[in-house]
């Protein structure tokens, strides 16, 4: 049925809930192996986008393939393929952990004499094999979600989605999570919405910039921040920000990029070796220098503040 | 094999829980309370003193009577009044005491007075400070009518002989229950076996309703299963516990000896009504956004669904109506009372279980299929019947 290695192929996708568009004309594709990072704020799509995948949705427009089936065609062929972890673990309360796995475990199919196997093997990987007979109601935010992870691969999908797995979580879980991810990638194909841009940055190969139902932007993170931000960034607090022209700095080196922030000066460099010249320029005018890595929160900014929308 | 296992681990989810059996076995004793509560109003009934539940007027008033022939005497109503044979003298000073409410004096009356058209004397005295008075005046006159046309009627047959054997012979029906007692059998006990079909609404609701409020719904619909056949799980899940209760209620009534004949047969008709009860209390679960609103719409259900099947077998116990074969509940009065049944009887309740049960559970499953119900925004009652009979595309 494969007739390419993308995995997953998103064509013009739209979907609409009353009035709101959640997703509009929606074209992405997912390879096979890879992890795919969809970065966005609240409100952008990405968990709508996910379940038309996962086939918990109906698009309203458009079509997607997944592994060679369509979603209108085959949605039980798909989600046999597809692990599903939703924003928040929303488990069976009253089940012990490994009756809500067993339960799992039997909906998707998984062969009976193999099950018992393979629910003990994912109580070890996420660390809750002592916690097997608890109830779900007796667990924390972080082992509810291991416990959903476990969930989503009992079936040992091909695919699988992870929607916000570490919102809400304390910094260790969260990288434990983080850990585990990463620890899938190569093996299954993976899609990832998250919020957090520095865990897209962190986990992902190929990040998707999802805002108001669109793609604003695709790429590696390196390519990404690379195309916004150059290298490096440069944070220059000045004494007295009046006395600068920006025009005139411009001349000096490439800068791109500038922008104020009371007396705290930004800009993109291409390269640290413009620092110095920079610096020569504005004399004994400067109070302090920083400079850092843009990151992914940087380009989300950046290409959102972009949005002709958004520019006044 | 999907839409199994969801009634398995449905039923094994609903069986463990401490509250649910907690429940389950109060519903029992409720049965029993009530059982306990109707043979002992039978035995009220059946017994000589019988058992008055609404205002009564036994022995209302007292009345002293001087009647040596008996003649309004057995005509009057021992039920309300408190009728004493006396003298005349020991009667009115009774009534001068006001011992009594009343006094009647009735004269002799023989053949010849008869043959010469001569009144009856009769003397009513009353005391005019008693309530009663009314009440007394009121069951005398009418015993003294009944007196004047039994003498009237006596009279006219010594005129005009009539051959007794001519009369027509009235006898008195002295087997069978009377057509109240039947009412209050036959209809307390189809009451009792198709009860538990109502008590499990709350199991519907959870299960539909609870998913959405819980958003487990949304792991639900991601796996490999047809929505039609979540829906289909979890109703029969809720149709087995309900087979389990009735079945239990069905041993203890018969244990309570109830007259059941033909209990499997019974017990099918009873399992069969539960099916279309639990898809009408699906459609309201599955469009409800939470358990209070389900829990209204099902209470107007129930009612309604009550009527229809508690009208027909009011109508049939009564003998009267012409469509009173359609409830299901018919057909099981007339099975455990091993009455006639025709084809028609069996097929007409049957047919509408069947429709009922298709319609129903389509609405629910095609609900259930629809991205706005599970999760939002909800379309008003009026545009989801409208996209639901296709009047307007969806």
Known sequence: MRSSTNM?????????????????????????????????????????????????????EGDVLVGGYHIGQNPL?????????????????RFKAYDLLKYFGELYGVPK?????????????????????????????????????????????????FDEPTMGLDPATAMNIREFIAGLKGDKTILLCTHYMDEADLLCDRVAILNQGQILDMGTPHELKSKIHGDIILNIGLKDPSLIEISTLEQVCPVENIAWQKDQLYMSLSSREDIASIVEFLGSNVQSIH??????????IQTVSNLPENIE | MGSWTITKWELKGTLQSKKFLLIFFFQLMVLVGMIIFFNGFMASIESQQGLTLSPSLNQFASVEVVDPQSIIKNQMNPQILEITPNTKDGALNNLNRGAVTGVLIVGTLNNSDLANIQPLQAEMLIDYSDPKRSVVRYEVQMAHDKAAYLI???????????????????????QGESLPLQLITKIMTAILLFLPLFLFGNMVIDSLVGEKERR????????????????????????????????LWIMIMIMAGFPLENPFLVYLIVILTAVPIVGLTAIIAAYSKNYKEAGIGISFAYIAIVGFLIVPALAYVSQQGKYVSMSTMTLAIKVFSQEAISWGDIILPLALLLLISIISYGITIRLYKRDDIIFGPRPGLLKLIIELLGIKKV
Not at chain 1, 20 to 37: C, P
Not at chain 1, 291 to 300: A, G, H, Q, Y
Not at chain 2, 221 to 241: D, E, F, H
Request: aromatic share 4%.
């Open chain 2, 216 to 247: 487990t719904a949304e792991i639900l619909i991601a796996m490999p299963i047809s929505r039609s056949y979540i829906v289909l799980g979890k109703c029969l899940a809720v149709i087995i516990t309900m087979a389990l209760q009735s079945a």
């Open chain 1, 8 to 60: 997953i192929e998103i064509k013009s996708l739209t979907k609409r809930f009353g009035k709101i568009v959640a997703l509009q004309q929606l074209n992405l594709d997912i390879k096979k192996g890879e992890l795919l990072g969809i970065i966005g704020p609240n409100g952008a799509g990405k968990t709508t986008a996910i379940r038309i995948i996962s086939c918990i949705l109906h698009p309203d």
């Open chain 1, 291 to 300: 400079t850092k890595e843009p990151t992914l929160e940087d380009v989300f």
């Open chain 1, 77 to 93: 062929e798909i989600k046999s393929m597809i692990g599903y972890l939703p924003e928040e673990p929303n488990l069976y309360e």
């Open chain 1, 113 to 161: 004499e193999d099950l018992d196997s393979r629910i003990e093997e994912l109580l070890e990987l996420v660390g809750m094999k002592h916690r097997a007979q608890h109830r779900i109601n007796t667990f924390s935010k972080g082992l509810r979600q291991r416990i959903a992870i476990a969930r989503a691969l009992i079936h040992d999908p091909e695919i699988i989605i």
């Open chain 2, 152 to 174: 009237s009627q006596q009279w006219m047959n010594s005129l005009v002989p009539v051959e007794t054997a001519n009369e027509p012979q009235i006898q008195q029906e002295t």
